[in-house]
């Protein structure tokens, strides 16, 4: 019997400061393709072609007030802010344990403060569009997408190199 891998820790670095005890929850990257439906003469149906992929965010909730979140607010480039996710998943049936790590570069586009009440717990939300998206699993890069320079590499292929010659990149 085999049984599935749990995420039992966590932890965020966000600029590189290593942010232990201080992210209460991350909210990964969902990857989604942008398609367009086509259906054209001789085809009984339509097809989906593939446009590439929708717009990336995270969102990260920290246990308290971080000073440092609001001065990367409006910041003026599109990968001001660099956050690296590393998770442990673990299998209770036979104790292997993944080192899962996310490596995101973007920006904030939204900081939720939440209510404020003496003596109640707080949560700073934040939501960061994302421009460049790294997921490894064990040191083995199974996803890169880096939207500013037109790189898509997924489980070791890169799906944009014949694009990118066509267009003189």
Do not use: W
């Not at 072609?49 to 990260?60: K, P, S, T």
Request: contains cysteine; proline residues 2%.
């Amino acid at each position: 019997m085999a049984m599935p891998r749990k995420l039992k820790n966590f932890n965020v670095f966000y600029n590189g400061d290593n942010y232990i005890g201080r992210c209460s929850e991350v909210e990964l990257p969902k990857l989604t393709r942008k398609t367009e439906d086509l259906q054209a003469g001789g085809m009984n149906g339509p097809v989906k072609v593939d446009l590439g992929n929708e717009g990336l965010e995270i969102n990260h909730t920290y246990a308290g007030f971080e000073a440092e979140i609001f001065r990367q607010y409006a910041a003026a480039t599109a990968d001001s802010v660099l956050l690296r996710f590393a998770g442990a998943y673990q299998r209770d049936d036979t104790g292997d344990v993944d080192a899962v790590e996310i490596v995101a570069r973007g920006r904030h586009t939204e900081i939720d403060l939440g209510s404020a009440k003496a003596g109640d717990d707080t949560e700073l939300k934040v939501k960061s569009d994302l421009s460049y998206y790294k997921l490894s699993v064990n040191g083995e890069t199974l996803v890169e997408i880096d939207l500013l320079n037109f790189v898509e590499n997924i489980g070791g292929a890169d799906l944009l190199s014949g694009i990118r010659s066509a267009i003189g990149l």
